[in-house]
């Protein structure tokens, strides 16, 4: 079974420009979640969607941060203008999970670790 | 707040020695928490989860131990190999629906 697909892996830019990162998940699974993850940290949860609904955005920084999951499949996360302190790994993660009891385990895809110059 | 740390920022063990990972979370209404794995430039890997009801669960050659009564969670790795070296988190799942929130993580290293 093909696992959780990111990309791309690596990206440097400089301050105010954009970014986009792309994420695949496991077929069939319902939920999709993208993570930040600051050198020496554990990952913190930027948004999470079931099928292409948001579940939990309460920590995504709107002002610069967006994402979609168009058709409840592939997502994309845009950051625009990039800031210094947006450098970091942005993974994707993907369950099976329908919205009923605990999401049980996430899988994680390999990350996008973006330097913003 | 709901977060959950780690006690020790590293650890250093021996091969073939016993490695116990802690963790302390702050949710009381936890109730399923996960470990996972993390190697340089990867993702993190699913390594075993618990659920409230119950205090401790084996994989192969790990434990997974919760007191729900200090809220604290621990790892404990059997026969540490140089390839268990990574850093480890451990997860909570605090409301049901919700996403997992991570602790900080504990870099484990294993010298052969």
């Known amino acids: 079974e093909a696992g959780v697909a990111q990309s791309p892996r690596y990206k440097i830019i400089e301050k105010r420009q954009s970014v986009a990162f792309w994420c695949n998940p496991i077929s069939g699974h319902a939920t999709l979640y993208w993570y930040q993850q600051i050198l020496g940290q554990g990952p913190k949860l930027l948004i999470q969607f079931q099928n292409n609904g948001v579940v939990d955005d309460s920590q995504l920084p709107k002002d610069r941060f967006s994402a979609e999951r168009l058709k409840g499949v592939d997502s994309t996360l845009k950051i625009q203008p990039a800031k210094l302190e947006d450098s970091a790994v942005y993974l994707c993660?993907?369950?099976?999970?329908?919205?009923?009891?605990?999401?049980?385990?996430?899988?994680f895809g390999e990350g996008s670790r973006l330097t913003v110059l | 707040g709901e977060s959950v740390g780690l006690h020790l920022p590293t650890l250093s063990v021996q091969e073939g020695d016993n490695s116990i990972i802690n963790c302390a979370y702050s949710?009381?209404?936890?109730?399923?928490f996960i470990w996972y794995k993390q190697e340089s430039g990867k993702g993190p890997q699913f390594i075993i989860d618990i659920r409230s009801n119950m205090d401790k669960r084996q994989g192969q050659r790990v434990t997974v131990l919760l007191n729900k009564t200090v809220k604290h969670l621990s790892l404990q790795i059997a026969a540490t190999q140089p390839g268990d070296s990574a850093v480890y988190f451990c997860a909570e799942n605090g409301q049901a629906g919700t996403a997992l929130i991570f602790g900080k993580g504990t870099t484990l290293s294993v010298s052969s």
């Open positions: 949710n009381s209404a936890s109730d399923y």
């Open positions: 993660a993907s369950s099976p999970y329908r919205g009923r009891g605990n999401t049980g385990e996430l899988f």
